[in-house]
C-alpha cells in the first residue's frame, strides 16, 4: 500500500508564547472561531478558518470558481473526508496553492495542498493540522490570534477577524449550514474511489406513478415498486386511514403550545405599511374559500384593525392550484 505523504519542513525553532499583552487588543467575545485573510495566489482570501479539529486542509469549490482557477490544476483523489457525525463529503479532487501569511510587517508563504471538498460553508478555506504543523504554528481561541515562525526567525502574529468570524457563524446559522471538521480515510478494499455527496437532500416525489384507491381515497404509488409491496402499503395505509388529515377541517383547534405562528418584529422599528391591493374575482374567490376553512377548523378567528395591515399573499401550490 502506497501512501502519500506531504513534505516535512523544518519551521524556525523560535518560542511561540501568547502572554497577557495579546489580549489588550482582544474584544470579550462569545468563544469565536479564529478567522484570518490569506493571500492565495495574488488574492487575499477572506474568511478563513483556522481548525485545530481538522485532519485536512479544505477549500471549498465555491472558492476555486471565484478564484477562478484553472481544472488543469486539479490532481485525483481517492480518500474520503468525514464530517463530525461521519458524514461523507464529495472530493473534487486535491489542489496545491501557495499561500501567503502576512501581518503586514512580516510574512511567510508556502505551498499548501488542499482537498477541494463539494460542500457549502460560510468559509472560503479550512486550515487544519497539517498546515499548522508544517508551518510550526498555533493558535489561540481565548486570544483569538494565530503565531507562526517566519523564514528570518521572527515572530508573525496574525489577529481574528472578529466581524468575519461573527458573520460566518451566524449566516451558518441562518442557512444551517455545517462546518466541516474534517477527517481523511483511504478507499476501501471494494475500490471506491469517490465519496458521496454529504448534503442533506429533501425528499423528492417519484416521477412515475399510478393512482391507486385505497379506503375510498387516491393514493400515488411508485411505478418502480413491486405489486407486492405495493399491496404491502396498501394495507398499512388501510390500517391507518383515520391517521391521515385531508382538510384543514380534520385537523380543529391545534393548540398554540404546538404550533403557533408569530410575526417577530422590532419595537423600536415602525412597521412599513402596504399599499392595499385590489384582486380579481377568482383571487377572491380562493381567499374567501380558503378563510373559510381555516375558520371553519378553528385555526383562526377574526379580528377587527382600525387600521389597514397588509395584503393577503396567494401561493401557488405544486399541484397547480
Not at 145 to 170: F, Q
Amino acid at each position: 500500500m502506497t501512501v502519500e505523504m506531504q513534505e516535512v519542513d523544518q519551521a524556525p525553532d523560535i518560542d511561540l508564547i501568547f502572554t497577557k499583552a495579546d489580549l489588550r487588543d482582544v474584544v470579550p467575545h462569545d468563544n469565536d472561531p479564529v478567522v484570518v485573510s490569506v493571500v492565495t495566489m495574488g488574492r487575499k482570501v477572506h474568511r478563513v478558518l483556522v481548525e485545530q479539529g481538522s485532519s485536512a486542509d479544505v477549500t471549498f469549490w465555491s472558492t476555486f470558481n471565484k478564484l477562478q482557477l484553472s481544472l488543469d490544476q486539479l490532481r485525483p483523489y481517492t480518500g474520503y473526508l468525514y464530517g463530525f457525525a461521519r458524514d461523507q463529503v464529495e472530493v473534487r479532487k486535491h489542489i496545491e496553492l501557495r499561500i501567503t501569511f502576512t501581518n503586514d510587517i512580516a510574512s511567510r508563504t508556502k505551498n499548501i495542498r488542499y482537498l477541494v471538498g463539494n460542500a457549502p460553508s460560510a468559509y472560503n478555506i479550512l486550515l487544519g493540522r497539517p498546515t499548522l504543523n508544517r508551518l510550526g504554528a498555533i493558535t489561540s481561541t481565548r486570544h483569538i490570534k494565530m503565531k507562526l515562525p517566519s523564514l528570518e526567525e521572527t515572530l508573525i502574529t496574525i489577529r481574528s477577524d472578529k466581524k468575519e468570524a461573527k458573520r460566518c457563524y451566524e449566516n451558518n446559522l441562518k442557512t444551517k449550514r455545517r462546518v466541516f471538521t474534517v477527517t481523511t480515510q483511504p478507499p476501501s478494499e471494494e475500490g471506491v474511489t469517490r465519496a458521496e455527496v454529504a448534503r442533506e437532500r429533501r425528499p423528492e416525489p417519484a416521477k412515475d406513478v399510478l393512482e391507486r384507491e385505497i379506503g375510498g381515497r387516491m393514493f400515488k404509488l411508485g411505478k418502480s415498486l413491486g405489486q407486492g409491496t405495493q399491496d404491502q402499503i396498501a394495507e398499512v395505509i388501510t390500517q391507518y386511514l383515520d391517521a391521515f388529515a385531508w382538510s384543514a377541517s380534520d385537523m380543529p383547534g391545534i393548540d398554540p403550545d404546538f404550533l403557533c405562528h408569530r410575526l417577530t418584529m422590532d419595537p423600536q422599528v415602525r412597521p412599513v405599511r402596504q399599499r392595499r391591493r385590489k384582486f380579481n374575482e377568482e383571487k377572491r374567490q380562493v381567499i374567501k374559500e380558503e378563510t373559510r376553512k381555516l375558520l371553519n377548523a378553528d385555526h383562526i378567528r377574526e379580528i377587527q384593525y382600525q387600521e389597514w395591515l397588509e395584503n393577503v399573499v396567494l401561493v401557488k401550490k405544486a399541484n397547480g392550484k
